[in-house]
Structure formats: C-alpha cells, structure tokens
C-alpha cells in the first residue's frame, strides 16, 4: 500500500524551503528516518517518514517553497505495519513542526512613553514549539554585555526532530541570559533579557563589555512590546555570517580565559538537527566544518568527510608538525580519471618514504667516477659470467667499494639512536639495493656484503632481484641493512637525490654512465664517468664527511686494484 507524506502543520508561516533531502527512492525509511529538511529564516526542521516501508517518491527538490500538508513523498508501507495499523493517516504521523518560528518577547516597558528615547527591557521567551520534545538550548550567542541587532542570534534550542534559533528581534544589549548550554526548555521560558536600544544607564558587565563594537546607530525606543514576531524572509546564514553585529565583529573574549567567545559558541554554525546530533556523536567542531550544502550548509556528508580526513591525515602530514595539508582536488572536474588503489608494498613504501622525508634532514652530495678500467675489467669476464649463468653489471662493484668506504668512514655504517644522543656504529655490513617490481619498490639486503667477491654479489643480486621480482622477499631478506644503493643506471638519467631508508643515515644513488671529456693534466680525454649521489642524515654527517666519504669511493671504483687491499 502506498501512502502519501505531507508537510505537517508549521503553524502561522505560510512557506518553507526545502533545503536537503535525507533520502532517494528505493530506499528502506524508518518511523523516525528523515525524508527532508525544511528551514525557515529561523529554525530548520526535518521531516521524519512517519511509517516505515520502501520509499518510491520525493516529490519536491531542494529549493522548492512548501507549505502544510503539501506532499512531499511516496512510501510504499511495510505490510506488517499495516496489520498493526489501526489507521491514522500518513500525515497524522508525521512529527508536527515548531509553529512560530520568532521567539516571544515581553516588555516591562517604561511608560513614559513620549519620554525618547526610553529604556525598555525586553523579556525573549521561548516561543510555542509546538509538540516537539525534548527541547534543550545547544548554543548560547551572547552573554550579559554584548550588543546585538535585531537579527542577531541569541541562542540555538533543539528537539528530537528540529533547531530553532532565537533572534534578539530588537537591537539593543543584554542585561540577563537566563538559561545555559544542556538546559531544558519548554514553551514561555524565560530565556534573555534585553535592554533594547535609548537605554541611557551603563550596560552591565557580568562579562566584559565589546570595547571595539560599533556603537548601534541611536533610535528611539519601541513604545510597544512584545516584539512582533518576524515576518518569514529568506535570510543567507552566509549573510547574516557576515552581517557585522556586536558578537563577531568584536570577537569578544572570554574575561577568564582571553579565549574567542564567537567560535566555542558556534554562533555561526548551520547545520541541522540530525547533523548536530551526529557532530556531537562523533565528536566533531563544527565550526571547524566546511558546508557543501545550500548556501554553505553543513550537511551529514561533510561531517563524516571531515572525520574520514582528520583520521587519514596521518598519512598526509606529520600530525602536530604544523605542516599544511595537501588540498584534496576532485580531478574528475578536468578530464576524466580512473581510480586505481596503491598496491600494499607501493602504500607502505609511500609511507615510509615520507617518515624519512620528514624525520631526516637530507643532503645530497653528487661524484663522478671514472669508471673505464673498472667497465674493461668487467667486459673481460663476460664469458665467464656466462658458463656461471650469471649477469655481472656495475652494481656488484659499487657494492663492493662501498663496503670499502663505510669501513673507512663508520659514521655511514650506522644510525641514530632515538634520542639523537649516540651514534650506534654497526660492525656488520649489509647493504640494501632497490628493486623495481610491479608491485612497487622494495629494498632487499645482501648480508655479510664485504666478506663477498664480485661473483658471489652478482649471485645474490640476481638471487634477491628475482625473488623481489615473483614477490617472493621473506620479511627477514628486507631487514637489518646498514646502507642503501639505489641503482637507475640500466634506465637512464644524469643523477637523481635518493631518499635515505631510516633509520640508515645515508643512501647512494647511481646513475647512468657516461663517456664524458675529462682533463689529464695535457688535453682532455674520453673516460666512461659513473655519476654517483649520496644523501645523507645531516644530523649524523656533516658536509666535509661526506666529500670524503664519496672521495674514497669514486678512487676505490677508479682503480679496482684497490678493493683487493
Ligand atoms: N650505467 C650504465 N649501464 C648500466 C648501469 C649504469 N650505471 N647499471 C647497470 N647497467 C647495465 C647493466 O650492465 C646491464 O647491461 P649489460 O647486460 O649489457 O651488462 C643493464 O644495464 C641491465 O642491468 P640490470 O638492471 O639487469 O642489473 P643491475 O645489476 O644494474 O640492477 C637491479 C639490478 C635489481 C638494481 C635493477 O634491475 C633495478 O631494479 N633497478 C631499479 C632500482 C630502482 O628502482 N631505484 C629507484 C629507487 S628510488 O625510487
């Protein structure tokens, strides 16, 4: 059976905007599931779907004007809950909205009224809120002192199903704020007394007075009160946001603690009920949350993106480093795009790359090596390397003279203590070298690489590159390295700063090697030149150690001969 959804009654305002919709055809409602939100100029509600069942209709879209009893939905009801049924309509179950929405003022005027301009005090009640439930006052604007116009909030009440702000309705100052943040409300309760503007006596100040607020433009006061409730107009929060009024243009402080009274009021929050309830669940500020709604708007989905960005925000900057977030850009918008998630390995190495980015002050330090006899040398055993089924490349020999250079010069071979009190010097020499695989980067470590000759390197490098390649690496072939090497040379590039992989204190980057013109002493000569970066932990290592340090390197790889010493 389908059942129509109306608007309930909202009392004396003859039209409302529909300002969100909670809910798409098909979906399953409950009794209590909002369908929409409606909003006056002074209080949003929503309206709850009354039956559960399969909603097959909205009849009204974001921005459409509504009023009592116009139809707003389809639900095709529950069988069950027919049978229940004793059969009050669809409409009658829907929750009734707050009816006026301006709060009720009361004078104690002062009668001499031909006497202007007169000081009035204004007693702000709370207006008929029909039959919601449950009503508390969830923000307060204001406190004794302040100055505010007529459109300026006092304070924030809600139900279980609607917010209803309450404008001072009069420009003026408040004497009295008679309720606070938690307290139940009901309909007639005194809430704020205001002393409306031609008031000649000093403001009280419970709180401190706004020094810097503009003086209100004088005017006489009303000889008549109450105030007459608000007529309905649309008013743009991010107008009123910007309207200057005694509370924001101020910012006021706290007289105890000097903190800005505006903002831990969350005077300038629009959001509706339901998603002050989930930012209260959550426990989300939300005036630290941008609304995508109308007109800025918060809406659910902008609470929970500011919570799904507040929890991954560890992987995009260093939490309390003060460090800007990278913006998050919907690139969808240019061109289009196709999603595709990071592999596990790229995701951890994207993670521990940016540790060290962040964690380590890197220097790079670039060499060339002359590496002619060394690449001649090599050329002779390419037979050899054959009959072993064996590749021999450069990187068994960068391998081998960095064992070298880190036995010549500790502070390579080592890392940091936590403290950043100790070197911790390793007397083991395991040297990790990247490996490109599909899956991403990884660095498996050749253990023991100085007590190893060029052919039993070649061996593990082809060994561990393999297994890298079919995924194969166990945990404990990736641990317990002292130095790094990251060879691009079979790809190409003139040089390039590698990241160092904490907790090592430096890494060298290979590039590819080159002929290039190089002067003896009497004319220049062709060399093949290795272009070699090292980046290093500048806490660890100062600048002249690493000159030395790659010094000793690009001699040990000039002349071979002396890795035998
Ligand atoms: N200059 C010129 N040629 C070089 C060279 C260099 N610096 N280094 C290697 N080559 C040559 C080799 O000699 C070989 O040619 P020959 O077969 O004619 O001798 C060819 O390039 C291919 O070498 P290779 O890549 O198979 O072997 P390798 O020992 O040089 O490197 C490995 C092994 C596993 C390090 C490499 O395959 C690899 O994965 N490199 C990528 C590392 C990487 O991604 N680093 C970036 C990390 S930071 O993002």
Redesign the pocket.
């Known amino acids: 059976m389908i059942e129509e959804i109306q608007i309930p009654d909202i009392g004396d305002v003859e039209h409302v905007e529909v300002i969100e919709l909670c809910a798409a055809p098909g979906d399953e409602v409950g009794v209590d599931d909002a369908l929409i939100v409606i909003e006056s100029d002074k209080a949003s509600m929503e309206v709850p779907a009354g039956r559960a069942g399969k909603l097959v209709a909205i009849t009204v879209a974001i921005g459409d004007e509504v009023t009592t009893g116009q139809v707003i939905a389809q639900i095709e009801i529950n069988t069950g809950e027919i049978a229940a049924d004793a059969g009050p309509s669809a409409a009658a179950a829907v929750e009734p909205v707050a009816e006026p929405l301006a709060a009720k003022s009361s004078g104690a005027v002062d009668e001499s009224a031909d006497e202007a301009p007169a000081a009035v005090d204004v007693e702000v009640r709370m207006p008929d809120i029909g039959e919601a439930k449950d009503v508390v006052v969830i923000e307060l604007a204001v406190s004794a002192g302040d100055r505010v116009g007529a459109d300026d909030l006092l304070l924030v009440v809600e139900s279980d199903k609607a917010s209803m702000e309450i404008p001072a309705g009069k420009p003026g100052s408040i004497v009295a704020v008679h309720v606070t943040v938690g307290e139940e409300v009901a309909e007639d309760t005194l809430l704020v007394t205001l002393r409306t503007e031609g008031d000649a006596t000093p403001l009280m100040t419970a709180a401190p007075p706004v020094a810097a607020a503009p003086a209100e433009p004088e005017a006489p006061a009303e000889p008549e009160a109450p105030a007459a409730p608000e007529p309905i107009e649309r008013r743009a929060p991010a107008e009123s946001a910007a309207a200057p009024s005694a509370v924001d243009s101020a910012e006021p402080t706290d007289a105890s603690t000097g903190a800005n009274v505006a903002a831990s009021t969350g005077a300038q929050v629009y959001a509706g009920p339901a998603v002050r309830r989930l930012a209260r669940e959550l426990g989300v500020d939300l005036t630290q949350v941008e609304g995508s709604g109308n007109r800025g708007r918060i809406v659910k989905d902008d609470v929970k993106a500011f919570v799904k960005t507040s929890l991954t925000t560890n992987l995009r900057s260093a939490p309390g480093s003060g460090i800007p977030r990278l913006p998050e850009i919907d690139f969808a918008k240019f061109g289009p795009v196709q999603i595709v998630p990071l592999s596990r390995i790229r995701a951890a190495g994207a993670l521990n790359l940016h540790r060290s980015w962040l964690n380590v002050p890197h220097v790079t330090q670039h060499e060339d090596a002359d590496v002619t006899e060394l690449e001649a040398f090599?050329s002779t055993l390419?037979d050899e390397a054959l009959k072993r089924e064996l590749?021999?490349?450069?990187?068994?020999f960068i391998i081998k003279a960095c064992c070298y250079a880190l036995q010549a010069h500790p502070a390579f071979n080592a890392s940091l203590d936590a403290e950043v009190k100790n070197f911790i010097l390793k007397q083991y020499y395991h040297i990790g070298?990247?490996?490109?695989?599909e899956a991403g980067?990884v660095v498996p470590v050749i253990r023991d690489a100085d007590r190893m000759g060029i052919w039993e390197l070649?061996q593990a490098?082809t060994d561990?590159?393999e297994k890298?390649r079919l995924g194969k690496l166990a945990m404990n072939d990736m641990l317990g390295g002292t130095f790094s090497?990251?060879?691009?040379?079979?790809?190409g590039g003139t040089g390039?700063t590698?990241?160092i992989n904490a907790p090592e204190v430096a890494i060298l980057?290979?590039?590819?090697?080159?002929y290039k013109p190089v002067w003896d002493g009497s004319e220049f000569v062709s060399r093949k030149m290795?272009?070699l970066s090292l980046s290093y932990d500048h806490r660890a290592i100062n600048g002249a150690e690493a000159g030395r340090f790659m010094v000793t390197l690009a001699e040990l790889l000039s002349d071979i001969r002396r890795l035998s010493l």
Do not use: E, N, Q
């Not at 980057?509 to 080159?514: E, I, N, Q, Y």
């Open positions: 090599r390419k590749k021999i490349t450069p990187l068994a070298f990247a490996v490109d695989t980067l070649s490098i561990l590159a890298a090497i990251s060879s691009l040379g079979a790809i390039f590698p990241i980057g290979v590039a590819r090697l080159a290795l272009p």
